[in-house]
């Protein structure tokens, strides 16, 4: 009997614990809450490949530059001579013994070539990085005007101040005593400025280009207040130009630096104040070249031709087209019928025509000794406007 009674209390308690169980079962699948979201699985994403251009060794962008071009005119221009040997005056520049020789480092005087140069070199590393050339902080201009407190820059300009100026020109007139600035002389002859990159910069401060008595010409060219140097607008190992400077100041598309403009004068007189001052100088230079060969036609009696390629660039226009031909462009067609007029002129217009970046280095210097050549040799320039 107990033992009955004992199995049914356990049935009891066994229904009870059930019954709750289930109440827990139903309250919990009735509760509102809702179950937690699954986390949603991050996004792959591709990692942009970094793009790090290689830099370019000193080496690999003077191997770029003329400076290294072995086959270059330059270079080569006395292979064929006899004696195959660059002459003293121009070994300093076209030579790697030349320029070493005149900066000294050979243990020669300074300043000065001694030797002919041996055929077959360029500008090499040492020739600008050397004991001499890393002091050097001056050059004296072929004007004989100095310039001192210079930088690395100073190495440029011994190569690139050019091989005349305004005294060079009245010194070959004086020569010849003309009391008449159009009278034609067989023994005047054209005089050649060279490279003159280097000095344009400077303007009258070096008088490279020819100066005419009475006028005011642009010295320093500044930016800003600043002199920039040939080396923070070229590359010193490429010499290529470092367009990204220019644009720190001016707005251009970025790619021809002709485009600049500072000036809104319009030096040209052709209505265009957008085009850049490169476009502006073209105009009164190509004026100055028409009015250089109407003179010699009209005034000497010789018509006249230049070619920039060929040395020494004027020539006797022989079929009187006003045009270079190709039988018109040798040393024996060359110009002699000067007259100091035409000297002068035709030593600007040349000076012009060999400093690519004359338009950067000194527009105002180049726009006036253009003007002013412009009108000495008789030229229009009623509508033009000298800064």
Request: hydrophobic letters at 35%; aromatic letters at 10%; one cysteine or more.
């Amino acid at each position: 009997m107990a033992t009955q009674k004992h199995s049914s209390t356990r049935r009891l308690w066994l229904t009870v614990a059930f019954l709750l169980g289930a109440a827990v079962i139903l309250v919990a699948c009735s509760s509102s809450e809702t179950p937690p979201t699954p986390a949603t699985p991050a996004p792959i994403v591709e990692c942009p490949t970094a793009s790090i251009p290689t830099p370019v060794s000193f080496d690999d962008l003077w191997k770029s530059s003329p400076h290294a071009d072995e086959k270059a005119e330059a270079f080569i221009h006395w292979d064929a001579e006899d004696p195959q040997e660059i002459p003293v005056a121009c070994a300093r520049c076209h030579s790697r013994t030349g320029l070493l020789d005149f900066l000294g480092v050979d243990g020669s005087t300074v300043g000065v070539v001694d030797t002919p140069a041996k055929i077959g070199t360029t500008i090499t590393c040492y020739v600008c990085h050397n004991e001499a050339s890393l002091i050097l902080e001056s050059v004296t201009f072929p004007s004989g005007k100095r310039i001192g407190r210079l930088g690395p820059e100073a190495r440029c300009i011994t190569c690139h101040e050019g091989r005349a100026s305004t005294e060079t020109v009245n010194d070959a007139i004086a020569k010849v005593a003309l009391t008449d600035d159009d009278s034609p002389s067989a023994e005047l002859a054209f005089v050649n400025s060279h490279s003159t990159s280097g000095a344009t910069p400077f303007g009258t401060d070096a008088q490279g280009a020819f100066e005419y008595d009475g006028k005011s010409y642009q010295g320093r060219f500044v930016r800003g207040g600043d002199f920039f140097t040939c080396i923070r607008c070229h590359d010193q190992h490429s010499l290529e130009l470092k367009v990204e400077t220019c644009g720190e100041c001016h707005t251009f598309d970025g790619v021809d630096v002709k485009n600049i403009r500072v000036n809104t004068t319009d030096f040209d007189g052709d209505g265009n104040t957008v085009e850049g001052v490169f476009y502006e100088i073209e105009q009164i230079h190509s004026d100055l070249y028409a009015a250089i060969q109407a003179y010699a036609r009209n005034v000497v009696g010789v018509p006249i031709v230049f070619n920039p390629d060929t040395h020494p660039y004027f020539f006797i226009d022989t079929n009187n087209n006003g045009l270079a031909d190709a039988e018109e462009i040798n040393s024996d067609n060359k110009y002699i019928n000067w007259t100091p007029r035409l000297l002068r002129a035709t030593y600007n217009y040349n000076y012009v025509s060999h400093d690519a970046g004359a338009f950067a280095h000194n527009s105002t210097y180049i726009l006036q000794v253009l003007y002013d050549s412009l009108v000495d040799i008789g030229g229009v320039a009623s509508s033009l406007t000298r800064p």
